[in-house]
C-alpha cells in the first residue's frame, strides 16, 4: 500500500504474485479462480506459455523504435488483423478509449470531407467508450461524467437496441456523421440486443452514408465465440474499435477501417508514440496464433453456454434473479437489488468476479477456461449469490 497514488480506484484488499491459466496466487499463496481476466484481457489466462515465449524473444530483441520507420511486427499484426475481420485498414494505438478517439476524430474528419461543419455521432445510454474527454461525453453514464464539464459536443444519445431512436434522429439531423455502438454492452451490464439490431443500424448508415462504428474493445478477440461480435450477423462495420483482449496484457488498442472510412486519415492527421511497437505487436500476433491454434473462440461459445446452463439450473428456484444472459464468455446475472457486496463475499471465498450496472454479476473468464473449472466457478458463484439473496 503506498499513499503515493492517486485514489481513482476503490482496490479490493489482495495482492497477485503469480498466475497460471485461470488461477492466481497472492502474496500469502493463497490460490484464487479468476472469472474477470483483468477485464476481459487475459484471454489466454496467466502465464500462457506461448505468450510468454513470444514476448521474452522480442523484448531480448527489440522493444521500440518509433513509427518514424517501419515495423516489420506492427505490418504483420495489421495483415492478421484484416486477414481475421475482413476490415482493411489498421491504426495501433494504446488502449480502448484511444481506439475510440480514434474513430470519433475519423468519423469528424469523414464529415468535414463531406462540409458538414460539426458533424455528430449518435451514442447509445448505458454505453460506455472510455475516460478520455470525448470518450467520456461518448459515454452514456452521468456518473463518470459529472464534474468533468464543459463536456465535448458532437454526440446525440438514443436508448440503446431502439432502432425507431435512430430513424427519428435521422429524420430531423443532417449533422449525423455516424453511429457509435457496443454490438453487446459490458459495462452497462451484459446488454444483448435483438436478433437484426446490427443489420437495421447497418440499413440507417447505408442509406444516410453515415459510418457504423463499433466499439469492440471488450467484444472482440474470441470474447463473445467470435473472432468479432460482428461475426455472429452478415452485417459489416466501417470501423471497430479493439483493445482488452488484443494484447493479453501488453497495452495495445486498434482503430480498423473498411473502405471509404480507411482512406479517411492521410499523413498527419493522426499519431502515437507508442503505438503498435514491436513488443505490443508481438503479443498481439502470439495471442491471434494461441485463440487459433487452441480453438479458443469455439471455446468460448462452448464454455459460455456451459456456464448459463449451469446458472439456470442453480437458480431454477431462487427468488430475486432477474435475468441469465451470456454471449460466449461475456456472462451476466441480474439481480432485483444492488449487489456490489458480492465482489468483496466472492474474494473471502477466493473468486474473483466483477458487479456493473449496480445489479448485474459480469463474468469474463479467459478463453482457455475449461469445463472443471467452469464448474468451480458456477458451483462458487451460485453459492454466494443463494446465500446474498436468502
Ligand atoms: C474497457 C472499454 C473501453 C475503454 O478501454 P480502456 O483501455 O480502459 O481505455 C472502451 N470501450 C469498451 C466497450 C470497453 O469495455
Given at each position: 500500500?503506498?499513499?503515493?497514488l492517486?485514489?481513482?480506484?476503490?482496490?479490493?484488499?489482495?495482492?497477485?504474485?503469480?498466475?497460471?491459466?485461470?488461477?492466481?496466487?497472492?502474496?500469502a499463496?493463497?490460490?484464487?479462480l479468476?472469472?474477470?481476466?483483468?477485464?476481459?484481457?487475459?484471454?489466454?489466462?496467466?502465464?500462457?506459455?506461448?505468450?510468454?515465449?513470444?514476448?521474452?524473444?522480442?523484448?531480448?530483441?527489440?522493444?521500440?523504435?518509433?513509427?518514424?520507420?517501419?515495423?516489420?511486427?506492427q505490418?504483420?499484426?495489421?495483415?492478421?488483423?484484416?486477414?481475421?475481420?475482413?476490415?482493411?485498414?489498421?491504426?495501433?494505438?494504446?488502449?480502448?478509449?484511444?481506439?475510440?478517439?480514434?474513430?470519433?476524430?475519423?468519423?469528424?474528419?469523414?464529415?468535414?470531407?463531406?462540409?458538414?461543419?460539426?458533424?455528430?455521432?449518435?451514442?447509445?445510454?448505458?454505453?460506455?467508450?472510455?475516460?478520455?474527454?470525448a470518450?467520456?461525453?461518448?459515454?452514456?453514464?452521468?456518473?463518470?461524467?459529472?464534474?468533468?464539464?464543459?463536456?465535448?459536443?458532437?454526440?446525440?444519445r438514443?436508448?440503446?437496441?431502439?432502432?425507431?431512436?435512430?430513424?427519428?434522429?435521422?429524420?430531423r439531423n443532417s449533422?449525423?456523421v455516424?453511429?457509435?455502438?457496443?454490438?453487446?454492452q459490458?459495462?452497462?451490464?451484459?446488454?444483448?440486443?435483438?436478433?437484426?439490431y446490427?443489420?437495421?443500424l447497418?440499413?440507417?448508415?447505408?442509406?444516410?452514408?453515415?459510418?457504423?462504428?463499433?466499439?469492440?474493445?471488450?467484444?472482440?478477440?474470441?470474447?463473445?465465440?467470435?473472432?468479432?461480435?460482428?461475426?455472429?450477423?452478415?452485417v459489416?462495420?466501417?470501423?471497430?474499435?479493439?483493445?482488452?483482449?488484443?494484447?493479453?496484457?501488453?497495452?495495445?488498442?486498434?482503430?480498423?477501417?473498411?473502405?471509404?472510412?480507411?482512406?479517411?486519415f492521410?499523413?498527419?492527421?493522426?499519431?502515437?508514440?507508442?503505438?503498435?511497437?514491436?513488443?505490443?505487436?508481438?503479443?498481439?500476433?502470439?495471442?491471434?496464433?494461441?485463440?487459433?491454434e487452441?480453438?479458443l473462440?469455439?471455446?468460448?461459445?462452448?464454455?459460455?453456454?456451459f456456464?448459463?446452463?449451469?446458472?439456470?439450473?442453480?437458480?431454477?428456484?431462487?427468488k430475486?434473479i432477474?435475468a441469465?444472459r451470456?454471449?460466449?464468455?461475456?456472462?451476466?446475472?441480474?439481480?432485483?437489488?444492488?449487489?456490489?457486496?458480492?465482489?468483496?463475499s466472492?474474494?473471502?471465498?477466493?473468486?474473483l468476479i466483477?458487479?456493473?450496472?449496480?445489479?448485474?454479476?459480469?463474468?469474463?473468464?479467459?478463453?482457455?477456461?475449461?469445463?472443471?473449472e467452469?464448474?468451480?466457478?458456477?458451483?462458487r458463484l451460485?453459492l454466494?449469490?443463494?446465500t446474498?439473496?436468502?
Amino acid at each position: 500500500m503506498s499513499d503515493h497514488l492517486m485514489n481513482t480506484y476503490n482496490r479490493q484488499p489482495v495482492t497477485f504474485t503469480r498466475g497460471e491459466g485461470v488461477w492466481l496466487w497472492d502474496i500469502a499463496g493463497e490460490k484464487y479462480l479468476d472469472a474477470l481476466a483483468g477485464v476481459a484481457v487475459n484471454g489466454l489466462g496467466h502465464a500462457h506459455p506461448k505468450l510468454v515465449k513470444a514476448i521474452s524473444e522480442q523484448a531480448s530483441r527489440l522493444i521500440h523504435t518509433s513509427n518514424i520507420y517501419h515495423i516489420a511486427e506492427q505490418a504483420a499484426l495489421a495483415d492478421k488483423l484484416c486477414e481475421i475481420s475482413g476490415m482493411d485498414k489498421v491504426f495501433f494505438c494504446n488502449s480502448g478509449c484511444e481506439a475510440n478517439e480514434a474513430a470519433i476524430k475519423l468519423a469528424r474528419l469523414y464529415g468535414h470531407h463531406k462540409d458538414i461543419q460539426a458533424p455528430e455521432i449518435i451514442v447509445m445510454d448505458k454505453s460506455f467508450h472510455g475516460r478520455t474527454m470525448a470518450t467520456l461525453f461518448a459515454t452514456g453514464s452521468r456518473k463518470v461524467q459529472a464534474g468533468f464539464e464543459p463536456l465535448v459536443s458532437g454526440f446525440v444519445r438514443v436508448p440503446y437496441d431502439d432502432i425507431e431512436a435512430v430513424k427519428q434522429v435521422a429524420s430531423r439531423n443532417s449533422s449525423v456523421v455516424a453511429i457509435l455502438v457496443e454490438p453487446v454492452q459490458g459495462e452497462g451490464g451484459i446488454n444483448i440486443p435483438g436478433g437484426v439490431y446490427l443489420e437495421a443500424l447497418r440499413e440507417i448508415c447505408d442509406a444516410h452514408g453515415w459510418l457504423l462504428m463499433l466499439d469492440e474493445v471488450q467484444t472482440g478477440i474470441g470474447r463473445t465465440g467470435t473472432w468479432f461480435a460482428f461475426q455472429h450477423t452478415a452485417v459489416m462495420p466501417d470501423v471497430m474499435s479493439l483493445a482488452k483482449g488484443l494484447g493479453s496484457g501488453v497495452p495495445i488498442g486498434a482503430c480498423v477501417a473498411k473502405g471509404k472510412a480507411a482512406e479517411v486519415f492521410t499523413y498527419g492527421k493522426h499519431g502515437s508514440t507508442f503505438g503498435g511497437n514491436p513488443l505490443a505487436c508481438v503479443a498481439g500476433l502470439a495471442t491471434l496464433k494461441a485463440i487459433e491454434e487452441e480453438g479458443l473462440c469455439e471455446n468460448s461459445t462452448k464454455i459460455g453456454d456451459f456456464i448459463r446452463a449451469g446458472f439456470e439450473a442453480e437458480f431454477k428456484n431462487t427468488k430475486g434473479i432477474i435475468a441469465i444472459r451470456n454471449a460466449g464468455l461475456m456472462i451476466g446475472i441480474e439481480l432485483d437489488r444492488p449487489c456490489g457486496d458480492l465482489v468483496n463475499s466472492a474474494l473471502k471465498a477466493k473468486l474473483l468476479i466483477n458487479v456493473t450496472a449496480d445489479n448485474v454479476v459480469r463474468l469474463l473468464p479467459p478463453l482457455v477456461m475449461s469445463e472443471d473449472e467452469a464448474k468451480e466457478l458456477v458451483s462458487r458463484l451460485s453459492l454466494l449469490i443463494k446465500t446474498f439473496l436468502a
